[in-house]
Structures are given as C-alpha cells and as structure tokens.
C-alpha cells in the first residue's frame, strides 16, 4: 500500500459526459502528479501541483482541467470526453518541493472507460 | 513526443537465469533515471534509480547500467524470480522535473 488513495477505481461513462477523478495524497506529502496510461502506452505525465499551485503542465488537453485543494488533496476534471480518454488514470505524491531525485508514489489508478 | 522508449515490449527469462531490461532516451537534459516495478491492479511502484553522475548502481538483486554517451540505460535482474514478474517502466527525468516515462516492458519469469 503506498498511501495514495484514489477513487474511484473504475468509471464508465458516455461520449460528451464529465467525470472528476479523485486523488488523496500520502500523508505528509505536499505534491501532487496526474498521468495517464492508454493501451501500449507509458505513463503520460498531464500536471503536477505543489502546495497548491501548480507546478509544471504536460500533455494535458484543454479539456482537462486539475485542482490541489487546501487540504492536499487533487481532483482531475474530464469534460467533453472522448472515446479516446479511456484509459487508466494514476495519481503520485512526493514529499516535495519537486526535486531531480524524488520518487513518487502511486495509486492504484482509476479505469476510465468511455462507451 | 517519446523521450523515452522502450522498445521491447515483453521479455520472457526461466527462473535463476538474468533479466536484462533495456531503455533508451533522447533528451540529454535528463538528469536522474529510475525503473519502476507494476503488478497488474496496483500503481508503479519504485524499483532503483541512479543519478547522471554514476554509471552503475546496484541493490540487492538489482542492477541500473547508465551510458550517458549511448544515451542508454539497462536493469539487470540477477538471479529472476517469478514474483519478479511485472510490467517495468523506465522513467527519466530533468532539473525541471517533469518526470518521463516508457511504455513498459513485461517481463514474465517462468518456474
């Protein structure tokens, strides 16, 4: 158990809907990181938050958006979803600030599937 | 835009006998590497890492080999295991610190 916790494990929605994934970080840690993991693919880093702010974006479309809350916890925002959003959504902490030699921690992940 | 590639998809190796798991990357501002390690159900999980400065960099059963100038990074898993078995991805990441990941190589070590 790594101390990430995101909710919820598995969603299923339609084209065109909005869902919001939630992430609860390791106790302590005040970074937050969001990617994304298609079929085949590596992880894709969407935006990193530190305390609060936002800290260095990716990959993320302008239909996504993602908020850290005074409480540490994060919560990525889908809207205008795609069939092509299905995918496996993880979250990581780090104790921060970000540095070069930080390890992240992981959640289990949310699936994401779109029909 | 894949700054990190792993260009094997899966690797089978029998019990005892090595796991060489291969990484390549493009950007030289990379400065720190780590492997992680991905049971199916679970969220990666940090393996080993080693800095630009080194070359080598072991723990346990684990080895990283990092050739700056071939810009190419190797885990070597000595004896494999089964419980070994596990999707490992290769991550790389700069002074700015936005970490980049490769798709992964499956490893599946057979009894």
């Known amino acids: 158990d790594s101390g990430v916790t995101q909710t919820p494990k598995h969603l299923i929605t339609a084209t065109g809907q909005r869902v919001t994934l939630r992430c609860s970080p390791r106790?302590?840690?005040?970074?937050v990181y969001w990617y994304q993991q298609s079929l085949d693919q590596g992880l894709q880093f969407l935006i990193q938050?530190?305390?609060?702010?936002?800290?260095a974006k990716g990959n993320i479309l302008e239909r996504f958006s993602a908020q850290q809350f005074p409480d540490l916890h994060s919560e990525l925002n889908l809207s205008s979803l795609e069939l092509g959003d299905s995918a496996l959504y993880f979250c990581a902490s780090s104790v921060g600030p970000p540095q070069v030699n930080e390890k992240l921690f992981f959640g289990s992940g949310t699936q994401l599937s779109v029909l | 835009d894949q700054q990190v590639k792993q260009n094997s998809p899966s690797l089978s190796v029998q019990e005892g006998r090595i796991s060489i798991l291969n990484c390549d990357y493009t950007?030289?501002?990379?400065?720190?590497f780590l492997w992680y390690k991905k049971y199916p159900a679970e969220g990666p999980t940090f393996l080993i890492s080693?800095?630009?400065?080194?070359d080598k960099n072991e723990d346990g059963r684990f080895t990283v080999f990092l050739n700056k100038s071939a810009k190419h990074l190797s885990l070597h898993i000595v004896p494999s295991q089964p419980g070994d078995s596990a999707v490992y991805f290769c991550?790389?990441?700069?002074?700015?610190?936005?970490?980049?990941f490769g798709a992964g190589t499956r490893l599946t070590v057979k009894p």
């Open positions: 080693i800095s630009s400065i080194k």
């Open positions: 938050y530190y305390n609060g702010e936002e800290r």
């Open positions: 950007n030289s501002m990379f400065d720190y």
């Open positions: 106790s302590g840690d005040l970074s």
């Open positions: 991550a790389a990441r700069a002074l700015n610190n936005d970490m980049r």
